[in-house]
T-cell receptor
């Protein structure tokens, strides 16, 4: 069974601080996605990384896919209260069509 | 472009009762997914349709859960009878591609929050 472990589970920081959340697995994934979910809503896709070692930037968010395609990280620079939410990583299995989600990191950014 | 629609948004039932959820995907999306998200966990795929055929239902508890996607558009998910552990948010998502895939974005609806008493 492929599992994705996210850490930390919960993070509370002040506005302006930097943070990194992690997504780890012992399995190889063909791609990995990061979503953000706000209360009462469904997850919204932030990014998809496909190639081992790939780095993508989305404004203040930097996403990295591990060289072995087993792990990923999300780094947020100068966090803002609007970044508050549940961040989920999701891996697409090597078979190609099944998405497996981690349990998420709940981020709270205080003004 | 309208997003994925789900109804109802909230449902409270007693154990052993039946319940049904409805999903209308984004127009033209071939693939439809139902996920179960228990509080404090990430979404777990229950069933994935390609048009009106089932691609993956390996994690669907088939003794009590059923789903259909008539005419390859709308879908319903049913639980009969419900158990306490079925309390969760049920998310529907759709994607454009014929079977999903690494470059195929899933668009999620707002979910139905089910409470089983």
């Amino acid at each position: 069974t492929q599992l994705l472990e996210q850490s930390p589970q919960f993070l509370s920081i002040q506005e302006g601080e930097n943070l990194t959340v992690y997504c780890n697995s012992s399995s190889v994934f063909s791609s990995l996605q990061w979503y953000r979910q706000e209360p009462g809503e469904g997850p919204v896709l932030l990014v998809t990384v496909v190639t081992g070692g790939e780095v993508k930037k989305l404004k203040r968010l930097t996403f990295q896919f591990g060289d072995a395609r087993k792990d990923s990280s999300l780094h947020i620079t100068a966090a803002q209260p609007g970044d508050t939410g549940l961040y989920l990583c999701a891996g697409l299995n090597t078979g190609g069509f099944k998405t497996i989600f981690g349990a998420g990191t709940r981020l709270f950014v205080k003004a | 472009e309208a997003g994925v629609a789900q109804s109802p948004r909230y449902k409270i039932i007693e154990k052993r009762q039946s319940v049904a959820f409805w999903c209308n995907p984004i127009s033209g999306h071939a693939t439809l997914y139902w996920y179960q998200q228990i509080l404090g966990q990430g979404p777990k795929l229950l069933i994935q349709f390609q048009n009106n055929g089932v691609v993956d239902d390996s994690q669907l508890p088939k003794d009590r859960f059923s789903a259909e996607r008539l005419k390859g558009v709308d879908s319903t998910l049913k639980i009969q009878p419900a158990k306490l552990e079925d309390s969760a948010v049920y998310l529907c998502a759709s994607s454009l591609g014929p079977r999903g895939g690494s470059r195929d974005t899933q668009y999620f609806g707002p979910g139905t929050r089910l409470t089983v008493l």
